[in-house]
């Protein structure tokens, strides 16, 4: 049974700068289609069925206008609403993807990163229960969550804010296969009050701290879509 698939991409309602115009990280384009409209394709390549693709998407903020709305719309008709995206953050809106999931594993695929179908069909047919895929940092000060693993690779810490005590360390993507016991310890996790404010990698950060997370490192072939040049560098991957 393939699994079921949450796209967290409501955001806190800001776009990657005046070149993206009014529209969500998900609608920034590379090589004329979106980033959303990337990952549908690559998760139906892969033989996911659409109806458990979940894309959830905000209210509040620049980004999300109607027209925002009705394009995203278009492009995949399962989409979830977090009418609090400004409020209580993207942790809240990974509990209302994983709400309307009804599989024993799911995919968590942000909705700003660009993946090639390679490396997000490794994740599904992995031996891992779950695991999330990162990059090796190039160098202390690179932005993003850091992925701190014990020697078999399995994840310890992971976090924007953790100050791990050797380098090198990793770099999540934005994309985890979470399934069996983690997934009940997600869905606790989830349940709580203190995920106000918390992102995704907070969550799996409680995750990692009961159960076991394996870490699928990738340096190449993903990108997170912050700056304008990223828009290139996904483009070269196509």
């Given at each position: 049974m393939k699994p079921s698939v949450v796209i967290p991409a409501a955001g806190l309602g800001t776009r990657m700068n005046?070149?993206?115009?009014?529209?969500?990280?998900?609608?920034?384009?590379?090589?004329?289609?979106?980033?959303?409209?990337?990952?549908?394709?690559?998760?139906?390549?892969?033989?996911?069925?659409?109806?458990?693709?979940?894309?959830?998407i905000g209210t509040t903020g620049d980004c999300w206008t109607q027209e925002s709305y009705e394009r995203i719309r278009r492009i995949h008709d399962d989409i979830i609403i977090n009418f609090e995206n400004m409020s209580k953050g993207p942790a809240f809106s990974?509990?209302?993807?994983?709400?309307?999931?009804?599989?024993?594993?799911i995919i968590i695929l942000d909705g700003d990163v660009f993946v090639q179908q390679e490396i997000l069909g490794s994740l599904i047919e992995s031996n891992h229960r779950s695991a999330i895929v990162s990059k090796t940092a190039k160098n202390r000060g690179e932005p993003g969550s850091k992925v701190v693993t014990n020697n078999e690779?399995?994840?310890?810490?992971?976090?924007?804010e953790i100050q791990p005590d050797r380098f090198p360390w990793h770099i999540y993507a934005g994309i985890a296969k979470i399934g069996g016991d983690e997934l009940d310890a997600l869905k606790e996790t989830l349940g709580s009050e203190n995920i106000v404010g918390m992102d995704?990698?907070?969550?799996?950060?409680?995750?990692?701290?009961?159960?076991?997370?394996?870490?699928?490192?990738?340096?190449?072939?993903?990108?997170?879509?912050?700056?304008?040049?990223?828009?290139?560098?996904?483009?070269?991957?196509i």
């Open positions: 005046d070149r993206t115009e009014d529209k969500p990280k998900c609608l920034v384009e590379v090589e004329d289609k979106t980033v959303l409209e990337h990952q549908i394709d690559t998760l139906e390549a892969l033989d996911i069925p659409v109806e458990q693709i979940h894309v959830v990974l509990r209302l993807g994983v709400e309307a999931t009804t599989q024993d594993q690779n399995v994840v310890t810490d992971i976090g924007k995704v990698a907070d969550v799996l950060r409680e995750v990692s701290r009961s159960k076991m997370v394996s870490n699928i490192v990738f340096d190449d072939g993903w990108v997170n879509m912050n700056r304008p040049e990223d828009i290139k560098r996904a483009g070269e991957l």
